[in-house]
């Protein structure tokens, strides 16, 4: 398709980023769950993933699935730099998603954790995988992280035992807002990388194919309050 001038001029810089090395993980429940990159074209099922849960306050999946939601518009409209997208799906079904942006090569900025299959921590598994593509894969020092539920808090800046930035210098500001910023660093993620971030590669042709065509989940598992 064709883009005009203004178009181009609203677009961000653009940076080629390092794509993400699939990986499949076995959960607790033996199921098989390939972690990837999603693509552009699959916007449909993201969205249509993440829309139901704007309605779910509890545990803040509404704040969560809302500000998700538009970035993943943004990521698929052009108005976002640098933001990737990873998709955890078992069988093709979704099972969570988390999205993040390279603010610079040594500095990346985490955006939204959102399980859809709670249990069988689908969420920590997908936040593993986010901050080893942001370190490990595109090379940066750092990654600014905040929390917007008491979960999150518990599974990133308690579990991973993060730098309280904003305690030492309270004018730093993550972009998602006035929510205390935390910080991966390079040490802190060497410290808990065995523990926290499994899966195995390279992924088999026939897990591959299973993950090909994404589809939106048949049930959203023991999410308080959901209702489709």
Same mark, same amino acid.
């Given at each position: ?170 004018? !730093? #500001? ?8 935390? %910080?991966?660093?390079? *040490? /802190?993620?060497? @410290? !808990? #990388? ?8 390279? %992924?088999?042709?026939? *897990? /591959?194919?299973? @993950? ?17």
């Amino acid at each position: 398709m064709a883009i005009d001038e203004m178009e181009k001029g609203l677009r961000p810089p653009a940076d080629d980023l390092k794509p993400y090395p699939s990986k499949v993980i076995t959960l607790a429940s033996g199921e098989k769950m390939v972690v990837r990159e999603a693509k552009r074209e699959e916007i449909g099922v993201l969205l249509g993933t993440v829309h139901p849960l704007m309605g779910v306050p509890k545990d803040f999946y509404d704040v969560v699935a809302a500000r998700m939601y538009a970035e993943l518009l943004g990521w698929y409209r052009y108005r976002v730099a640098n933001e990737f997208v990873l998709v955890g799906s078992i069988n093709g079904e979704i099972a969570g998603l988390v999205n993040s942006r390279q603010v610079s090569p040594k500095l990346g900025m985490s955006l939204h954790t959102l399980t859809i299959r709670r249990g069988l921590r689908i969420g920590a598994q997908l936040f593993a995988a986010k901050m080893e593509h942001h370190i490990e894969v595109l090379g940066e020092d750092e990654v600014w992280v905040v929390a917007e539920s008491p979960i999150g808090f518990k599974r990133w800046m308690i579990e991973y035992q993060l730098e309280d930035r904003s305690s030492q210098y309270p004018d !730093v #500001r993550h972009e998602l807002g006035g929510v205390p910023t935390y %910080v991966l660093t390079r *040490d /802190l993620w060497n @410290a !808990v #990388r065995d523990d926290k971030c499994t899966g195995t590669r390279p %992924v088999s042709d026939e *897990d /591959l194919k299973s @993950a090909e065509k994404l589809t939106m989940p048949t049930e959203y598992v023991q999410i308080p309050g959901f209702k489709r």
